[in-house]
């Protein structure tokens, strides 16, 4: 020997290294499966952001094409109005003729 001297490690203390070495090990993989989790969540935030947004513009779509049809059905209206009046008028001008051959 060269005259130092290595003090020997008790069994219990090998396992305590040991394991406290496997630790290490597990905490790096925890820190890396945290790192993904949040990344992960970051993406999904992205994600719900955007489809906020894709049902924002659904629905204020939905509210303008509502709007358009309520438009659309007050023209339909209007115009079967005047077209009633119309068939009238076209009726009255008819008897009116009949009576004028009629003479």
Excluded at 36 to 57: C, I, M, Y
Excluded at 68 to 87: C, N, P, Y
Aim: aromatic share 0%; net charge negative.
């Amino acid at each position: 020997m060269n005259g130092v001297s290595t003090p020997l490690l008790s069994p219990s203390v090998i396992n305590e290294i040991c394991n406290l070495q496997s630790k290490k090990t597990d905490v790096g993989e925890l820190e890396k499966e945290r790192e993904d989790a949040e990344q992960r969540l970051q993406e999904l935030e992205s994600q719900n952001l955007d489809l906020e947004h894709r049902v924002q513009t659904a629905e204020e779509t939905l509210a303008s094409s509502r709007e358009e049809q309520s438009r659309a059905q007050v023209e339909v209206r209007r115009a079967i109005e005047v077209l009633d009046v119309k068939i009238c008028d076209l009726s009255d001008l008819r008897r009116s003729l009949e009576q004028l051959i009629d003479k």
